[in-house]
């Protein structure tokens, strides 16, 4: 049995009046309707540090080809503007002599959530949050869909592995300015 898996499933009780004021009555919110399911278009900002003697890469009208296969575990790991807890950017310097800084467009799914005390908010939708796997490597987390190539890792930090090699435009690399102190 994988306790770990589990403890994603099960939650410790809570105390709903701490949580929804005391005119609760000890009452959470219901839902008391659902609209439909949406898609928009994002942008997510990913950063790599790496190591690289960029006259020898590859390059294809003036953009560099990053693979896979010459990296780490055969994947282009990736932190990014979704992580909590740390600076994504930050978090990559000191990881190689350049930082490359990568626009990636994923898909956004929501659906508004209307409450029986009146309020609303965007959830994500049960059938994507059900596509996600938070143990494994997997294509949606937090509502969000990454392109074919890219996955969420199974770490805490979920990283984005890209397995396809992908186009990085010259602009997108800056030496690395990071300094031990």
């Known amino acids: 049995m994988n306790w770990y898996k589990l403890s994603y499933r099960y939650a410790a009780p809570m105390d709903f009046e701490a949580l929804f004021g005391p005119d609760s009555n000890g009452e ?6 659902r609209g439909e399911p949406q898609v928009r ?10 190591d690289a003697d960029i ?13 896979p296969e010459k990296c780490e575990q055969g994947a282009l790991w990736f932190t990014h503007d979704l992580m909590s807890g740390y600076d994504p950017k ?3 310097q000191g990881r190689g002599k350049y930082v490359l800084t990568y626009p990636l467009t994923v ?4 659906q508004e959530i209307v409450w029986s005390d009146g309020t609303t908010s965007n959830r994500t939708p049960d059938e994507i949050t059900n596509l996600s796997e938070p143990t494994e490597n ?5 509502g969000i869909e990454l392109p074919d190539g890219f996955l969420f890792s199974y770490k805490t930090e979920k990283f984005i592995i890209s397995e396809i090699p992908i186009n990085v ?8 300015t990071y300094e031990l102190v």
């Open 28 to 33: 959470r919110p219901r839902v008391v309707e």
């Open 41 to 50: 278009e994002q942008t997510l900002t990913l950063y790599r540090g790496f």
């Open 55 to 67: 006259g020898n890469l590859e390059n294809i009208n003036g953009n560099y080809v990053l693979r």
């Open 90 to 92: 930050e978090y990559v």
């Open 107 to 110: 898909k956004r799914h929501y």
């Open 138 to 142: 997997s294509k949606y987390w937090m």
């Open 169 to 176: 435009k010259p602009e997108m690399i800056q030496e690395d």
